[in-house]
């Protein structure tokens, strides 16, 4: 079945700064990934998503790049604020009649003020 | 439009028990998956199910049940309960032909 790996388990940067949160997958037949952030004690939030037939996508201050002949995804978020401390989780989607989703273990971003 | 709402929001069992967990989908959606979300991990797919049926199942136990009704909501049963089966269980519901998954806040399971 599908392993999705992600990294760094904790990230810390200061506030205006980026930050960047890599997954890899497993299976090549994976063709949309997620990334959800998860705030303490909330639902996981879908902040963006990416098709396996695009290659990078934005949104304001959040980016998501693919690389499919690696397998491996990642996500960018720029001039990052206090708010966007939280942990994000990436996720991948094998292709097939149901949606099975597959998480990585996440990433615990803080943002120093 | 309302959002995934998940009752209850917290439950302690003892080892050995029965319990279910309800989940009412967001407005207009078929789909709904269940997931396990233990402390500090991922969210772990446990089954979805479509048109009152599964149509997919993560690697959980027999033990772990569900159902779906005719207005798409649905339950989560978990018989024998076991000290591991403590976590955060979260509802998500979809569209079909539509990947993108719209969460609950989920219920704390604690078993003692």
């Known amino acids: 079945g599908e392993n999705v790996e992600q990294h760094p388990s904790t990230l810390s940067v200061q506030e205006g700064d980026s930050a960047v949160i890599k997954c890899t997958y497993s299976?090549?037949?994976?063709?949309?990934f997620p990334w959800y952030k998860q705030e303490l004690g909330k639902r996981p939030q879908l902040i963006i998503d990416?098709?396996?037939?695009?290659g990078e996508k934005k949104d304001q201050r959040i980016a998501v790049t693919l690389n499919k002949t690696a397998k491996h995804f990642s996500l960018h978020i720029t001039e990052t604020q206090p708010e966007d401390s939280a942990v994000y989780f990436c996720a991948a989607r094998g292709a097939g009649g149901y949606q099975k989703v597959t998480f990585g273990t996440g990433t615990k971003l803080q943002v120093i003020p | 439009e309302t959002g995934v709402t998940q009752s209850p929001t917290h439950l302690i069992k003892t080892r050995g028990q029965q319990v279910t967990l309800r989940c009412s989908s967001q407005s207009g959606h078929n789909t709904v998956s269940w997931y396990q979300q233990a402390l500090g991990q991922g969210p772990q797919f446990i089954f979805q199910?479509?048109?009152?049926?599964?149509?997919g199942r993560g690697n959980f136990p027999p033990r772990f049940s569900g159902l779906q009704f005719p207005n798409y909501s649905s339950e989560l049963n978990v018989n024998a309960l076991e000290l591991d089966d403590s976590a955060l269980y979260l509802c998500a519901s979809s569209l079909t032909g539509n990947e993108k998954l719209f969460f609950g806040s989920g219920t704390q399971l604690s078993v003692l």
């Open positions: 299976d090549s037949a994976s063709n949309y």
């Open positions: 199910y479509y048109r009152e049926e599964e149509n």
């Open positions: 990416i098709r396996s037939n695009v």
